[in-house]
């Protein structure tokens, strides 16, 4: 690691602890060189994962689309904002955790369904009616009836 003082690349931590969100380690560090203490961020290389949409096209895997997505199904819904960032780091570990370069958008989309579903009935509805383009409002009723018959 180079200081950023002097460029000397010899340093010692001092240091070490997690980030708040824990997806890192902040390492005090300080310079043999000079002496001055500077700080670094130390985070997992994650290996790039593609979302096959259902078209056939590929793109890179944004947990970004993912929360976008759970906030307009959860728009006026009194769903607590940490209930939806858990919802989706649930979602972004299980995608992580297959250990595929390559996820259907599909599997990703039944993922949210089902958290949507434990956590508010109306949020996932509201999702599932745009994931799985419902054409008329018989197929919506299906997915009611289903809903309707877990409980």
């Not at 994931?131 to 809903?147: S, V």
């Amino acid at each position: 690691m180079k200081c950023r003082y002097c460029l000397g690349t010899e340093s010692k931590v001092v240091d070490s602890r997690p980030t708040e969100d824990g997806t890192s380690i902040r390492r005090r560090r300080e310079c043999i060189s000079c002496g001055r203490r500077f700080t670094t961020y130390e985070k997992i290389e994650e290996i790039p994962i593609m979302v096959i949409k259902k078209d056939g096209r590929r793109e890179p895997f944004d947990s970004e689309k993912i929360l976008s997505g759970v906030r307009k199904a959860c728009e006026k819904r009194p769903v607590p904002a940490a209930d939806m960032d858990k919802l989706v780091e649930d979602v972004v570990r299980e995608v992580f955790n297959t250990l595929e370069q390559e996820v259907p958008s599909t599997y990703i989309g039944e993922c949210v369904m089902a958290r949507l579903k434990q956590i508010d009935e109306v949020a996932y509805v509201r999702f599932a009616s745009v994931y799985r383009q419902f054409k008329d409002i018989n197929t919506f009723m299906e997915e009611l009836k289903l809903l309707l018959g877990e409980q």
